[in-house]
């Protein structure tokens, strides 16, 4: 018995201490390990002799073990102790009549809890709660909807006949496949850079994928669609996490070339157009040669120049589309989104038309369409300036008033 004694003494001392003395978790070290009962070592079949050799490397490969579980679980907790403390923050706020979601879900929460001062957070809960109410109001409206639709069909027993031959959804679906298909092989390639990532908040980067998500609809439904390619795309970026939240499984199955490596490094830099509001060439015509390159980036400050610098780092070519030279443009920048870029590019592809193409862009960002020439759109549009801004009304109501006189001598 006293053997076995001073054998236990001596593997605490040679193994245990050490290392715990060595990683600074002496404390957390022996309230975990298993308390070693004498009762096994003294049991008269196996009784412990001291020539019996002891594995010692074993012995701290299982405490490495434990100690990995306990610094592994320290972090955990932490996690969960703040996201527990936030959301009693949401319930507080809640009571206290403050426009809070009623369910948050954790990665919002923790986008929440990343937000830098109390305005930041306030301003992404009212988001929140105002997308919350817009659901359930849609939600509303469609419950409304059927239940009128059931009325009507109870109301009206007779059939319904048409001439219309049926279509169903997955032959659409099937044949818009096979277009983007065809399109991956002899489509013309469209590119999306996504390297903007840290020049953008979380939400911004929603707002893009949203907008990239779109774009995609609208290629796979065309008659002639590109072949999109992601370049710069990086594995658990926030780009990445977004598409998964909106394609979920159907992500992998998406008819698009998605890679980490830059345009110049896939395409050659003599085809590359890198299209930007801020250039100072503008595009005549589209070229079907040529390979287009458009920035994936939300920008509500609207920092001019970011894209452009982006294309001249790279010694690439750039374009702009003719806003101004078919559109009467209105006061404010010239930034599109990417869907309505995409609606404008395969217009472009298959008509040719700017007119067309141009008819995407929003109707409250101008006037009208040009019909007459340059010199008198100038004159009028400095008439329309000047009365909008209140500038020179004297002079205006002079030139009012003798113009009235003249009529009247006329008369």
Request: proline share 3%; hydrophobic share 35%.
């Amino acid at each position: 018995m006293q053997s076995a004694n001073v054998l236990l003494k001596k593997i605490v001392r040679c193994s245990v201490l050490p290392f715990a003395a060595q990683h600074g978790m002496k404390k957390d070290l022996f309230p975990l390990s298993r308390t070693l009962s004498l009762s096994l070592c003294l049991k008269q079949d196996n009784s412990c002799s001291p020539s019996e050799k002891i594995d010692l490397d074993a012995w701290k490969k299982v405490m490495k073990s434990g100690l990995q579980e306990v610094s592994e679980t320290v972090p955990e907790r932490k996690e969960l102790s703040s996201l527990a403390a936030a959301r009693e923050i949401l319930e507080m706020w809640r009571l206290a009549g403050r426009a809070v979601p009623e369910n948050i879900s954790e990665e919002q929460l923790k986008i929440f809890m990343e937000c830098p001062s109390k305005s930041a957070k306030k301003k992404y809960l009212k988001y929140l709660h105002l997308k919350e109410l817009y659901k359930k109001n849609d939600k509303r409206k469609m419950d409304e909807k059927r239940e009128r639709r059931l009325e009507t069909a109870s109301e009206t027993d007779e059939t319904r006949r048409n001439s219309f031959i049926c279509l169903w959804t997955n032959c659409m679906d099937r044949a818009f496949s096979w277009r983007v298909a065809q399109s991956m092989i002899f489509g013309q390639p469209l590119v999306f850079d996504m390297s903007y990532e840290k020049d953008m908040s979380v939400r911004e980067v929603a707002n893009t994928v949203r907008q990239i998500v779109l774009s995609e609809s609208c290629n796979r439904r065309s008659v002639d669609p590109f072949h999109i390619h992601f370049c710069n795309f990086k594995d658990d970026s926030l780009y990445h996490k977004e598409f998964i939240k909106h394609y979920r499984e159907a992500w992998g199955k998406l008819l698009i070339t998605v890679t980490d490596q830059c345009y110049t490094d896939v395409f050659p830099k003599d085809k590359l157009i890198y299209l930007t509001a801020d250039s100072p060439k503008v595009m005549k015509t589209f070229d079907h040669d040529k390979i287009y390159i458009v920035g994936s980036m939300v920008d509500r400050s609207i920092r001019k120049g970011v894209s452009l610098a982006q294309a001249k780092r790279l010694g690439l070519e750039t374009a702009a589309l003719p806003l101004e030279k078919y559109l009467l443009w209105n006061t404010g920048a010239k930034n599109l989104t990417l869907d309505q870029m995409m609606h404008i590019l395969l217009t472009l592809k298959d008509t040719g038309d700017w007119k067309k193409a141009l008819e995407f862009v929003p109707k409250r960002k101008y006037c009208g369409f040009v019909s007459k020439p340059v010199h008198e759109l100038k004159k009028t549009l400095n008439l329309i300036n000047t009365l909008k801004l209140g500038k020179r009304q004297e002079e205006v109501r002079k030139q009012i008033a003798k113009n009235y006189s003249k009529r009247l001598m006329q008369k």
